[in-house]
């Protein structure tokens, strides 16, 4: 009989730990505004952005095929 080990995993702050391709600027947050009218340039994704899962998926994808995981063809979600 074969035995079947699943687990699963959730990383917090994840969509913080991607890597921009793009530039982009936003402005100071609020209660960190200096009056300067200077804009901050981002280089890593923030939740509220388009890009942020996506650029997620992308180095956690790289990471584990770093370590030999590969992904199901029928879910790309599943890695084994």
Known sequence: ???LHIQQLD???AYLN???KECIFMKQPEGY???????????????SLK????????ELDAKLHKKGYV?????PCIYI
């Open 11 to 13: 990383v917090k702050g």
């Open 1 to 3: 009989m074969c035995k």
């Open 51 to 58: 890009q942020a899962g996506r650029e997620w998926n992308k």
């Open 33 to 47: 505004d200096n009056r300067s009218g200077q804009v901050c340039l981002l280089i890593k994704t923030l939740y």
């Open 18 to 20: 991607g890597i921009l």
């Open 71 to 75: 992904h199901l063809r029928s879910d």
